[in-house]
């Protein structure tokens, strides 16, 4: 891994050519990157624009890689962001707003919360990744979403330089989505990341998700703390998901689907126990886990890659896999789901 660092007067440039990319994703593919900038402030992404360097390249804004499937060797120059910093910019009696930088670890900066007494992001709890890339697709886990604390968010173009601040309505957050997925895909790195917690006294706890009042009824916890239920999430998702670090994956790989209450009919008319959550506006929400089950990929083994045993939602690397391989397995199971109950599932993981 040739580079350069080299110290311009206030910066770090830290320059790297033929990267190997298996340590800066989860999913742990052999995949190299030709060029990589390592970002860790706004002045040096700034100066880099102002010096022509990202000019006519195609660029690949990278935090915890998490959730990336990278299918062929990347052309494209990684910023990688490291931009750090979490500074209480705001407290009243009731809450907190803090800015954070996009490069911080999301789990650390849960668990900083919860040491601080500051709560809303508890259910979050060991998602993977880094804090510029949780509004990226509103993260979410166990009934709980980004945008429910999200104050605003501080970007840079990528093109010409200019800093926005953009607010919940300017993110466009949907389900495992935002304006980041779609329309402004590539053009923005996210610097910093607001968001508006709870203090003591006035947190709104969530435990009526999955399997959390279980757990807690299990361990006799009445009534939990902030930190109890980070706690039982952690455990729950440590019971039930691969760790990346044994298992290549990048978590779910497609979003739920969610269908008209006619199209869920149907499908509950041949299968009874179809698991299902019916939505605010009427739809319903099928678990994906379920149908690509259903269609028997759940453990399904090719080589050394394949469906998780235990969550047939996650697309897993057991060593050495190659991504164009997964991507074709996301391929057709998507075309097993489409012609068994004609519904499209979206993959949430980003393909490049
Ligand atoms: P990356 O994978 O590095 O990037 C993801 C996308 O965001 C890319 O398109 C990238 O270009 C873009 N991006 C990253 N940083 C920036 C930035 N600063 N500015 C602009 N664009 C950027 N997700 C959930 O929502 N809920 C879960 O419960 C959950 N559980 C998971 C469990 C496991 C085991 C794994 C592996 C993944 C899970 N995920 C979950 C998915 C993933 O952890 C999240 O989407 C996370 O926010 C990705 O963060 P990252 O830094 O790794 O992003
Ligand atoms: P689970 O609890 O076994 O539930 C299966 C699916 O049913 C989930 O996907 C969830 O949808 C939905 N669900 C469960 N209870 C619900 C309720 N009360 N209301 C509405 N929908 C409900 O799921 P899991 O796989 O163990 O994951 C637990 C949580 O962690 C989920 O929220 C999941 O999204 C999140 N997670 C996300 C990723 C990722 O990569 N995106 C990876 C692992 C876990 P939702 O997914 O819409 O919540």
New binding site residues.
């Given amino acids: 891994m040739p580079g350069k660092i080299c110290n311009l007067p206030t910066m770090k440039l830290v320059h790297l050519r033929e990267v190997d990319l298996q340590p800066y ?2 999913f742990g593919l052999k995949v190299t990157a030709s060029e990589m900038h390592k970002i860790d402030s706004e002045e040096l992404l700034l100066w880099l624009i102002s010096n022509g360097i990202l000019r006519d390249r195609e660029l ?9 499937l990278f299918t062929q060797e990347v052309e494209a120059l990684i910023l990688k ?1 490291e ?1 750090m910093g979490i500074e209480l910019i705001k407290e009243t009696e009731q809450e907190v707003v803090i800015r954070v930088g ?2 911080e670890n ?1 789990h650390e900066l849960v668990m900083h919360c919860i040491s601080q007494g500051w709560g809303g992001i508890e259910n ?1 709890s ?9 509004p ?7 009934g709980v979403e980004l945008q429910q604390v999200f104050e605003s968010l501080e ?1 840079i173009d990528l093109r010409t330089g200019m800093q926005v601040f953009m607010n919940k309505e300017n993110c466009q957050f949907g389900y ?1 989505e935002s304006v ?2 779609k329309g402004l ?2 053009k ?4 910093r990341v607001l968001l508006r917690l709870t203090k003591p006294g006035h947190h709104q706890l969530n435990t009526s998700y999955g399997a959390i009042q279980t757990q807690l009824d299990l361990l006799k916890i009445s009534p939990p703390t902030i930190k109890d239920i980070s706690e039982v999430v952690c455990q729950i ?1 440590r019971s039930k ?4 670090a044994e298992i290549g ?4 790989f497609f979003k739920n689907p969610v269908i008209s209450a006619e199209h869920f009919e149907k499908i509950a008319a041949d299968f009874e126990t179809v698991p299902h959550y019916p939505q605010e506006d009427g739809r319903i929400k099928v678990p994906a886990g379920w149908l690509i089950q259903t269609c028997g990929y759940k453990g399904k083994t090719l080589g050394n890659y394949g469906v998780h045993k235990n969550q047939a939602l ?1 697309l897993v690397n057991y060593g050495g896999a190659n991504g164009a391989d997964i991507y074709a397995l996301s391929e057709e199971i998507k075309q097993a789901v489409s012609s068994r109950f004609a519904i499209d599932l979206d993959r ?3 393909v ?1």
């Fill in positions: 994703h989860t690949l804004v990278l935090g915890g890689g998490s959730n990336v962001n931009m996009a490069g999301w979050l060991l998602i993977p990744g880094c804090v510029g890339a949780a990226m697709q509103n993260i979410g886990a166990y970007a495992r980041f997925k895909k590539g923005f790195m996210i610097a998702r998901l691969p760790d990346p994956n990048a978590g779910s996650v949430e993981v980003n490049y």
